[in-house]
């Protein structure tokens, strides 16, 4: 499982959002998690990640933010 962290208010979320939706759709093991909800701020935290769009990836703990996000699912 990979997290992908997003405000609905963030501009770049709005872009990457529907690739990850895409990717969610063929099966990809990836969660949304809505930052500005208290349960995705708290499990942000959990992660370290302070800014959206952010994507925790599990194996090798990797946290890409910004344009890395949006390299990840070109």
């Given at each position: ?60 703990t ?11 699912f070109?």
């Amino acid at each position: 499982m990979h997290l992908y962290f997003w405000s609905p208010s963030c501009g770049p979320c709005k872009r990457i959002s529907p690739k990850v939706d895409a990717a969610i759709a063929a099966g990809k093991p990836i969660r949304k998690i809505d930052v500005s909800e208290d349960t995705g701020r708290f499990v942000a935290g959990v992660f370290g990640v302070n800014a959206t769009p952010a994507y925790v990836k599990f194996g090798s703990t990797q946290v890409l933010t910004g344009n890395q996000v949006a390299k990840e699912f070109e």
